[in-house]
Structure formats: structure tokens, C-alpha cells
């Protein structure tokens, strides 16, 4: 697991905001086939099926895949998809805490939790 600093997450967020959009765009557009993925995956297990859209769907899910690939190469933890919601490992007084931050919030982290506490233990920086 890397640990960060808050300076060495500040500078990787103009990186991270990017990665992040392109998972959030994804997993919008994958949402919009989940009806037809069901289905799809029902009538596989009775020795049928398939997708109308499914190049599209596959694609999307491999792009979807790449993102999230590229965001923990980074060593960055993706939360949430929907708002864009990542973590970055550090330490604080001693202890690994994880440094907050989602999409439409600022240029540099303003928020941190303990690893245990999630989204709605965050405490300001």
C-alpha cells in the first residue's frame, strides 16, 4: 500500500480528477444497460441469450476496467463510482488514515477519515 503525503496527494489530483470523470462517465453508461445485462445473463444460464448492445456494453466495461486499473496504479483507492469518491492511504500520528476526496470538491484535499469510519467520519484537514 503507498502512503501519501497531503502534498504528494495534492499533486496527483489534477491526474486523479481526470481518471475519475472518465470512471464516473463509465459507470453511467454502464447503468443504462444493467436491465439488459440481466437479462442477458439469465437466459445465459438457460444455454442462450446475448445483448443486443453488448460490443457496447463490453467496451465501456473495459474501459470502465482500464480507469479503475490506472487510478490503483497510482496507488489511489477508488470509493464510490457514482460521485467520484476517492481515498488516499496515510499517515497521522502514527496511524494509516485515509486522506478524502470526490469530484466537485477543490484543487487540493480538504478532508480526512480513519480507515475504519468512511465517508461519514470525514474531519477536516
Known amino acids: 500500500m503507498k502512503i501519501f503525503t497531503v502534498e504528494e ?4 489530483l489534477p491526474e486523479v480528477r481526470i481518471i475519475a470523470a472518465k470512471i464516473q462517465r463509465a459507470h453511467r453508461k454502464l447503468s443504462q444497460f444493467r436491465d439488459q445485462a440481466k437479462e442477458a445473463a439469465k437466459a445465459a444460464e438457460q444455454g ?19 480507469q479503475m486499473a490506472e487510478l490503483e496504479a497510482l496507488g489511489v483507492q ?3 463510482f457514482e460521485r467520484g469518491l ?3 492511504p496515510s499517515l497521522r500520528d502514527g496511524r494509516v488514515v485515509l486522506l478524502c476526496w470526490q469530484l466537485g470538491e477543490g484543487d487540493e484535499l480538504e478532508w480526512w477519515h480513519d480507515v475504519d469510519a468512511g465517508f461519514a467520519g470525514r474531519t477536516p484537514l
Open 48 to 66: 442462450g441469450g446475448g445483448m443486443a448492445n453488448g460490443v457496447v456494453y463490453a467496451t465501456i466495461l473495459t474501459d470502465l476496467t482500464t
Open 78 to 80: 477508488l470509493k464510490d
Open 86 to 88: 476517492v481515498d488516499f
Open 9 to 12: 496527494a495534492n499533486a496527483l
